[in-house]
């Protein structure tokens, strides 16, 4: 057997990188590519597999990298998985696949995120025969054009299904365009893979919203399905007091003006207050991106305050460790009383936290420590508390049945709606979670629609 321990993906230097906006991890060279292919065993019953929500045959994929055929690789992968760019490079691989791995005592788990990124940037700049559709005669309509929507569109058009997907933004991707920042998803490989799409025969119409400028019942009289992927966009606020001072974002607008309109660039036509001291309040992914950019942006200070431990903090373990060697600075078990300012931000009133008993999501609850409060000086305060679905959709039709969270319900085994031949999938039903997760529901609606209408 191969003893060698992983190999170690390149990544840009912490103090260069925190004042640019290229990518963080470099990948792997080929060289590199290669010997971590050799560390697969390409078990008989591969536990990888089971821990990957689309189910990517990763010894398959694998094997052909250790072949040298690069583009056979990119169509394992491709078998199970339209967007490989992103998911290589966002995908929480260390608690999905790599965690299943059977080599994590033998050197460490098969980077297998690393290897999905290198043959899916092979497959983004080299041309792979687009596989041959034999057309079916339905048509579908998708609601929202992120990894949910963009998924159930891959495995309709694949099934022969003419698809049109309506996306209220100007740019198709959702969160993966909006919300992640370009130092760790660039938006050409995202465009790459949506344009994979558009070679499938998919239409997207930006600039639609459905519920707006189009009604969702509009769509049922001219589609056979519609499935509804529009994410939890709405932010969440603490409701404390100062939340409407100038200079305080929520972590999704500020993400947005960054990402999408691009406030970074001098002639923004929507730019960003750029804070000097800035509070993110939050830990998970999303808080991570906020404070980094705010790093990139020049802040002198970037501090992160989070009511639990670092242990609890819900954000991938290398975005935390990222973010430190760029400078951020934690501020765990503290949580904000109030923040300050007259008309802009001054500061942000905190307390300290030690953990309690376990509350009912199975966490120690933080409780606070009497007198301790403190206060953060900063001119920006970020927050990035999670966020919920808009309530947009079901505001303009009121037999979409939603849950008390706002969130849509579905039959968990036919994945349809209350409204007959409507699906949904991704945040929008699960709340805010995963790429990977949303991808999946979108697989698994896609197939339910093959079913119900006896496509095969
Ligand atoms: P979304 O990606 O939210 O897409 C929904 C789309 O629907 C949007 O484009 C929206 O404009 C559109 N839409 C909404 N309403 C309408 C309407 N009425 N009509 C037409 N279009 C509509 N996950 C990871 O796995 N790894 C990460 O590292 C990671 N980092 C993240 C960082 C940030 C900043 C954020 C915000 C999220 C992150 N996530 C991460 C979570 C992940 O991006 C989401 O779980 C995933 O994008 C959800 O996909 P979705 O298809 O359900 O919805
Ligand atoms: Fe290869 Fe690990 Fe999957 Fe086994 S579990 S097939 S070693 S990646």
């Known amino acids: 057997m191969n003893n060698q321990p992983r190999n170690n993906v390149r990544e840009q230097d912490a103090k260069i990188r925190a004042t640019n906006f290229n990518e963080v991890s470099l990948g792997f060279d080929e060289k590199t ?5 050799e560390r697969c065993l390409a078990c008989v019953k591969p536990k990888c597999v089971e821990g990957c929500p689309v189910g990517v045959n990763i010894p398959k994929f694998i094997s052909y990298i250790k072949a040298g055929d690069l583009e056979g690789a990119v169509a394992a992968i491709k078998e199970n998985s339209n967007l490989p760019a992103v998911c290589g490079r966002v995908c929480p691989q260390e608690s999905q696949c790599e965690a299943r791995c059977v080599r994590a005592k033998l050197g460490g788990p098969v980077a297998i995120g690393a290897l999905e990124r290198f043959v899916a940037d092979y497959g983004l700049t080299h041309a792979v025969k687009t596989p041959a559709i034999t057309k079916c005669g339905k048509k579908a309509a998708i609601i929202g054009s992120g990894p949910s929507g963009l998924t159930c569109a891959a495995d309709l058009a694949m099934a022969g299904f003419d698809v ?31 344009d994979k799409l558009s070679e499938l025969g998919v239409q997207i119409k930006l600039n639609t919203v459905v519920g707006k400028t189009i009604m969702l019942d509009e769509l049922l009289g001219d589609y056979d399905a519609v499935f509804i992927g529009t994410g939890a966009g709405l932010p969440m606020f603490m ?18 003006r960054v990402n999408l309109m691009k406030a970074y660039q001098k002639d923004s036509a929507t730019p960003i207050q750029v804070g000097n001291n800035v509070v993110v309040v939050g830990a998970g992914n999303v808080a991570m991106d906020a404070a980094r950019t705010a790093l990139r942006f020049g802040a002198q200070n970037v501090s992160l305050v989070y009511r639990r431990s670092r242990e609890e903090m819900p954000a991938r373990r290398e975005e935390i460790r990222h973010a ?25 009133k905190c307390i300290r936290m030690e953990l309690g008993e376990p509350d009912e999501s199975g ?4 409780v606070e420590i009497q007198g ?3 206060v953060i000086d900063c001119d920006q305060v970020i927050m990035a508390l999670g ?3 808009n309530p947009l959709l079901k505001r303009s039709c009121e037999r979409l049945e939603v849950n008390k969270k706002g969130t849509i319900v579905i039959d968990e085994a036919t994945h349809e709606t209350s409204i007959s031949n409507v699906y949904a999938g991704g945040d929008a039903v699960t709340g805010a979670a995963t790429v990977i997760l949303a991808m999946g529901a979108g697989k698994a609606a896609a197939k339910a629609i093959l079913e119900k209408l006896n496509v095969h």
Not at 363 to 366: A, G, V, Y
């Open 387 to 389: 966020t919920s679905p």
């Open 33 to 37: 590519a290669m010997a971590e292919a």
């Open 363 to 366: 966490r120690r609850k933080p």
């Open 372 to 374: 301790s409060e403190f």
């Open 324 to 348: 430190e060697e760029e400078g951020v600075v934690l501020q765990l078990l503290t949580n904000p009383l109030e923040i300050l300012g007259d008309k802009a931000v001054s500061g942000i």
């Open 164 to 194: 049109t997907v309506f996306e209220a933004f100007h740019k198709a991707g959702g969160v993966l365009v909006y919300g992640i920042p370009e130092f760790r998803l660039p938006k050409s490989l995202v465009q790459a893979e949506i």
């Open 239 to 256: 409701n404390i007091k100062g939340e409407s001072l100038n200079g305080v974002y929520s972590a999704n607008e500020y993400l947005t």
